[in-house]
């Protein structure tokens, strides 16, 4: 089962430009993390961010979580042509204890 | 070394054929778990074990047997499988299951039954 949706479902910006991607989950989270996944390889961990977090930055990243609304987002800045690749949020379900997914944005930057 | 191996890369099988993937990891991780992958979709969550005891079965059809033979190995035995079980399947681990760290993922087999 999907933790929730992504939106946009596709994405296509220029190099240079910023990237912003919003992810909506549905049940309780210990932590919400975002993963990246170039076409057809495994995925790649970027950030994480706790439930008790409201923002976090790592180098291009900039993660949000407001968990009054069980929501999410991704600014990737100055976005790179090597940022293109498909884009997930997992919410680690406290009640599982298990990953779940999002439904993903594709990213494209166009050099 | 962070990595998570798996094997083979690419596999084409009939559907009454045995096969079986395999993954990797020399981190120390406790968690180990199996996740399927259509096209253009999220992953699926599988089966997760935990200090090598399944912990979670996602209600997957029994041609699908995971086994987890120690802490470093995973794998995942295939048996009369059906066209739409082709999907790219990849394999993670975790210091331990449920815990606020972030898995770490292979780079997939990309299974083909034909």
């Known amino acids: 089962s999907q933790q929730g949706e992504e939106d946009p479902q596709a994405l296509s910006i220029q190099e240079g430009e910023n990237a912003t991607m919003n992810c909506s989950y549905k049940t309780s989270i210990n932590n919400l993390q975002w993963y990246r996944q170039n076409s057809g390889r495994g995925l790649v961990h970027l950030i994480l961010i706790r439930s008790n977090e409201r923002e976090k930055h790592s180098g291009r990243l900039r993660v949000t979580l407001d968990t009054s609304k069980k929501s999410s987002s991704l600014l990737i800045t100055a976005s790179r042509a090597a940022d293109t690749a498909s884009y997930f949020c997992a919410g680690l379900d406290t009640g599982r204890r298990a990953l779940t997914f999002g439904s993903g944005t594709r990213l494209q930057v166009q050099p | ?114």
């Open chain 2, 1 to 114: 070394d962070t990595e998570v191996t798996q094997t083979p890369k690419h596999l084409v099988m009939g559907m009454t054929n045995k096969k079986s993937l395999k993954c990797e990891q020399h981190m120390g991780h406790r968690a180990m778990y199996w996740y399927k992958q259509k096209a253009k979709k999220p992953p699926e969550l599988m089966f997760v074990y935990s200090y090598e005891k399944l912990s979670i079965n996602e209600s997957v059809p029994s041609r699908f047997s995971p086994e987890c033979p120690n802490s470093s190995l995973l794998n995942l035995h295939l048996h009369a499988l059906q066209p739409e079980d082709s999907a790219l399947y990849l394999c993670a681990s975790s210091p331990i299951a449920g815990g606020p760290l972030e898995q770490y993922f292979g780079p997939g087999t990309r299974l083909t039954v034909t």
